[in-house]
């Protein structure tokens, strides 16, 4: 048992090595959110305005970004296991007294890890961007992205484990990432769309990721108080008449998690 953890480590710290090492995978990783929200925000915050009370575009849309960047950082891990493939180190690492759930769950932990590294440097333009940071309110964000990237980390092995060069990944993670992005209410309220685009946005896991986090940085602005009720400003997500809240968001996306990380593990049994 301790050899096992020991090989989940090994997996997970070696992922984490390789993205501090590689600075321009740093440095883009934070452009390119960057530039998302300066373009998006620059662009349709005068023509969208304000949300709802106290909330513009930009504001509305930063919690959104922040949960792109660690779910693009984290599916992009799967890249690790083609690249390891394609170079004969994969070899090395099954003959190693680790087991095969060992390699998955060390590579998504690394892949966590690095999707962390990233969410949290992010959280300096929060001040700018009138959204005040409290302990508790990075705890919680923390929490989500751990949780948010170990569960769609699985979607990114389990595709890797059917790749078999580079370019072939990458080309599939663009054809998913893209409609998962724009498709989970990053940049619109997903309850104030056509019927038939909420039902497709309802069923993309990444849906409540975006809206759990979005409820911990803009709680104070999307429910206000008025006498003693709540009035909700239906910038959240409903699903089946039932407004979600953060721990029923959090539950769906660790289920779903628990779905794709087993997926993972048994395609990459197989494959390997």
Same mark, same amino acid.
């Given at each position: 048992?301790?050899?096992?953890?020991?090989?989940?480590?090994?997996?997970?710290?070696?992922?984490?090595?390789?993205?501090?090492?590689?600075?321009?995978?740093?440095?883009?990783?934070?452009?390119?959110?960057?530039?998302?929200?300066?373009?998006?925000?620059?662009?349709?915050?005068?023509?969208?305005?304000?949300?709802?009370?106290?909330?513009?575009?930009?504001?509305?849309?930063?919690?959104?970004?922040?949960?792109?960047?660690?779910?693009?950082?984290?599916?992009?891990?799967?890249?690790?296991?083609?690249?390891?493939?394609?170079?004969?180190?994969?070899?090395?690492?099954?003959?190693?007294?680790?087991?095969?759930?060992?390699?998955?769950?060390?590579?998504?932990?690394?892949?966590?890890?690095?999707?962390?590294?990233?969410?949290?440097?992010?959280?300096?333009?929060?001040?700018?961007?009138?959204?005040?940071?409290?302990?508790?309110?990075?705890?919680?964000?923390?929490?989500?992205?751990?949780?948010?990237?170990?569960? #769609? =980390? +699985? $979607?990114?092995?389990? !595709?890797?484990?059917?790749?078999?060069?580079? /370019?072939?990944?990458?080309? %599939?993670?663009? @054809?998913?990432?893209?409609?998962?992005?724009? #498709? =989970? +209410? $990053?940049?619109?309220? !997903?309850?104030?769309?056509?019927?038939?685009? /909420?039902?497709?946005?309802? %069923?993309?896991? @990444?849906?409540?990721?975006?809206?759990?986090?979005?409820?911990?940085?803009?709680?104070?602005?999307?429910?206000?108080?008025?006498?003693?009720?709540?009035?909700?400003?239906?910038?959240?997500?409903?699903?089946?008449?039932?407004?979600?809240?953060?721990?029923?968001?959090?539950?769906?996306?660790?289920?779903?998690?628990?779905?794709?990380?087993?997926?993972?593990?048994?395609?990459?049994?197989?494959?390997?």
């Amino acid at each position: 048992m301790v050899e096992f953890y020991r090989g989940i480590w090994v997996v997970a710290y070696r992922e984490l090595l390789r993205f501090v090492q590689e600075r321009s995978r740093m440095i883009s990783s934070f452009a390119f959110p960057l530039m998302f929200l300066v373009v998006f925000g620059a662009g349709f915050n005068r023509i969208v305005g304000t949300m709802t009370e106290g909330v513009d575009f930009i504001k509305f849309m930063y919690p959104g970004i922040l949960s792109m960047t660690v779910v693009m950082s984290s599916m992009f891990s799967g890249m690790s296991i083609v690249w390891d493939r394609e170079f004969g180190f994969l070899k090395e690492i099954l003959v190693a007294p680790i087991s095969r759930t060992g390699i998955v769950i060390g590579k998504a932990l690394g892949g966590s890890a690095t999707a962390m590294a990233q969410g949290i440097i992010l959280l300096i333009l929060a001040p700018f961007l009138g959204i005040s940071l409290t302990f508790w309110l990075v705890i919680k964000y923390l929490l989500l992205v751990l949780l948010l990237s170990l569960s #769609l =980390s +699985g $979607v990114g092995i389990f !595709v890797a484990t059917r790749m078999r060069s580079q /370019q072939g990944f990458q080309m %599939v993670m663009q @054809l998913l990432i893209f409609p998962l992005i724009f #498709l =989970s +209410g $990053v940049f619109f309220p !997903v309850d104030n769309v056509s019927p038939w685009l /909420q039902v497709i946005a309802k %069923v993309n896991p @990444l849906t409540y990721g975006v809206d759990a986090v979005r409820q911990v940085f803009l709680e104070k602005d999307l429910v206000l108080l008025t006498t003693d009720k709540m009035v909700d400003t239906g910038l959240g997500v409903t699903v089946l008449g039932h407004r979600m809240g953060v721990i029923e968001d959090a539950l769906i996306i660790a289920v779903l998690g628990f779905v794709f990380l087993s997926a993972a593990v048994w395609s990459f049994s197989r494959q390997e």
